[in-house]
Nanobody, 118 residues
Framework: QVQLVESGGGLVQAGGSLRLSCAAS????????MGWYRQVLGKEREVVAM???????NYADYVKGRFTISRNNDKSAAYLQMNKLKPEDTGVYFC????????????WGQGTQVTVSS
């Protein structure tokens, strides 16, 4: 199994920055793709950014040019650098991990709150 723990959320003014961290433990050798999702009040959970084992990244249109995802080479952590934050970025941000082992479920952290004030 894999455990994911997020940190780095908080309150920031519009235009500011935050850096989220996701610490992975357990069978991290099984992790391939890692990513970040968020759940904004009143909406379903949505993807923010993903990074695969080769370092290839993908971003949702609403964060392109503002957010950057990265990860450690040993798969022990992933990060989300969030710049030029907007009030509509407010929500709970979840770390995600996909296993290479067919029988494993997808892994999720408990979430960290990000609040952007106007």
């Amino acid at each position: 199994q894999v455990q994911l723990v997020e940190s780095g959320g908080g309150l920031v003014q519009a235009g500011g920055s935050l850096r989220l961290s996701c610490a992975a433990s357990g069978r991290i050798n099984r992790i391939s793709t890692m990513g970040w999702y968020r759940q904004v009040l009143g909406k379903e959970r949505e993807v923010v950014a993903m990074i695969d084992s080769g370092g290839n990244t993908n971003y949702a249109d609403y964060v392109k040019g503002r957010f950057t995802i990265s990860r450690n080479n040993d798969k022990s952590a992933a990060y989300l650098q969030m710049n030029k934050l907007k009030p509509e970025d407010t929500g709970v941000y979840f770390c995600y991990g996909h296993s290479t082992y067919w029988a494993d479920p997808d892994y999720w952290g408990q979430g960290t709150q990000v609040t952007v004030s106007s």
